[in-house]
């Protein structure tokens, strides 16, 4: 559209007609572009539904795929649950017939006042395991391996060993026999002298050594107390058990650990080591 003169007397009402013209022209652009966005758009959501629909299609396929293995999976776990309680109904029952098969008994035996003891073991494949002994006022001692007990019978001073078979056998010292020869009698010295400490205190260190207190070798040192030691292979008794070949004896002797090196033994507030 040409622009208007000046000079012509319908300037002014052709200007505005101009203007008006850029107006709406300006208004049909914005209408178009609106259109043409709206007509995007409209494409997009209509594409976007139709990724939704392709993903919600494979998802379900792939669920339709995932439930015979899920259910699958169900019954494996099952079985494999009904394995384990059955294994464990069988651990329960080899355990019942273990404590079948593991019978506590308790035998008593009168010693020589008439007084009696009882001994508590267990019964393993025809075995005894020495567990408890009463009334624990008597001196005992029972070994780790449990298959051996031993007491004493405080009034004539018996040793009394019972291993892991039940038999019994008195393994105190009966007589005493000097360096020079001279024997003396176990009966004879405490009827002679009731007080007089022939055998105290045992302890089995291990399945072949017993350890236990008396006055021997000496008939008039009142206060001391010697350790002497027992051999059950050899059926023998020693007294010189220290690291030079002589005695330990003390007025107060306390047994402390079993060790590796030995039995630890606190003499007179002293640690020493026998075995």
Do not use: C
Request: glycine share 4%.
């Amino acid at each position: 559209m040409a622009k208007p003169s000046i000079f012509s007397k319908d300037y002014h009402k052709k200007m505005r007609r101009r203007k008006k013209a850029k107006k709406i022209g300006v208004i049909l652009v914005v209408l178009i572009i609106i259109s043409w966005v709206s007509f995007s758009i409209g494409n997009s959501n209509n594409m976007l539904r139709t990724a939704v629909n392709k993903i919600t299609n494979k998802v379900h396929k792939l669920n339709k795929k995932e439930a015979p293995k899920q259910e699958q999976q169900k019954k494996n776990s099952s079985e494999e649950k009904r394995k384990d309680e059955t294994k464990n109904i069988n651990t329960k029952k080899q355990e019942q017939k273990k404590q079948l098969d593991l019978k506590q008994q308790i035998e008593s035996i009168k010693l020589s006042n008439g007084e009696e003891v009882k001994l508590t073991y267990d019964l393993v494949n025809n075995k005894r395991q020495y567990v408890d002994f009463s009334p624990k006022t008597i001196q005992y001692s029972i070994s780790s391996s449990k298959k051996y007990l031993v007491f004493i019978d405080r009034v004539n001073q018996s040793m009394i060993l019972v291993d892991e078979n039940g038999n019994k056998k008195d393994i105190a010292n009966k007589e005493y026999i000097s360096t020079k020869g001279q024997k003396f009698s176990k009966d004879v010295i405490l009827k002679d002298n009731p007080q007089y400490i022939w055998n105290a205190s045992p302890k089995i260190l291990d399945d072949n050594t017993i350890i236990y207190l008396s006055q021997l070798p000496w008939f008039n040192r009142k206060e001391d107390k010697f350790i002497w030691r027992y051999n059950l292979n050899e059926g023998s008794h020693q007294y010189r058990l220290n690291e030079w070949g002589g005695e330990v004896r003390g007025k107060s002797i306390e047994y402390g650990k079993i060790l590796q090196e030995g039995l630890e033994v606190m003499v007179d507030g002293k640690t020493r080591m026998v075995k």
